[in-house]
């Protein structure tokens, strides 16, 4: 379904009950733009990002959420200031059940299912999804989502059965 993101995310922000040591931001530089997406996924995944990016940010601090167009995707990012991920970690934790047992983590909570169903939403919808992070700075989780109309492209020509690519023409279907 077509899908306007900002209100996805705007629904979603609304829903948690953030603590006063977070200082939550939304900046949406994408224009407002559509995604060709299932909208109880959507919610789903970016419950889990911006839980883990409250979670895993103990001590509070700045969560901020970006959204920019990237391409032919939506570019979303989810950036916290907390206790952040050892760089050999980082390609592990979208695998299921995957967790780090360290101990600034040993009082955090969590089945280490999240980043996994997360991955799988994301290449459900044909996007990317990657992390940054610095240990004691704090997390960026990325994800690309493609743009509804660029989701429904359809070349003309594929539909006629012959080409003329000298005068290629689109159609949003
Ligand atoms: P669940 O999501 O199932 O409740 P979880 O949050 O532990 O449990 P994932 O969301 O899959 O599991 O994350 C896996 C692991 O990756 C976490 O246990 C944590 O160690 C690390 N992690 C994920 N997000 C962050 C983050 N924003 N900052 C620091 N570490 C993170
Ligand atoms: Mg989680």
Redesign the pocket.
């Known amino acids: 379904e077509k899908v306007a993101f900002n209100e996805v995310v705007q629904e979603v922000l609304n829903k948690f009950d953030f603590n006063s040591q977070y200082k939550v931001q939304f900046e949406d530089l994408s224009e407002s733009s559509f995604v060709k997406a299932d909208e109880e996924r959507l919610v789903q995944l970016l419950i889990?990002l911006i839980?883990?990016?409250v979670?895993?940010?103990p001590n509070g601090g700045d969560i901020i959420i970006r959204a920019e167009k990237s391409e032919n995707c939506v570019k979303v990012s989810i950036q916290?200031s907390?206790?952040?991920?050892p760089e050999s970690e980082i390609p592990t934790?979208f695998q299921k059940f995957?967790?780090?047992d360290n101990s600034s983590?040993r009082k955090?909570?969590?089945?280490?299912?999240?980043?996994?169903l997360?991955k799988e939403i994301v290449l459900n919808h044909n996007g990317e999804i990657w992390i940054e992070?610095q240990e004691n700075v704090g997390?960026t989780?990325y994800f690309t989502l493609p743009l509804f109309e660029q989701a429904n492209i359809v070349n003309r020509e594929d539909l006629s059965g012959h080409r003329s690519s000298a005068n290629p023409t689109v159609m949003i279907v």
């Open positions: 889990n839980g883990n990016a979670k895993f940010s916290d907390g206790i952040g991920i934790l995957k967790r780090i983590r955090i909570g969590g089945t280490g299912l999240g980043l996994a997360s992070s997390t989780v």
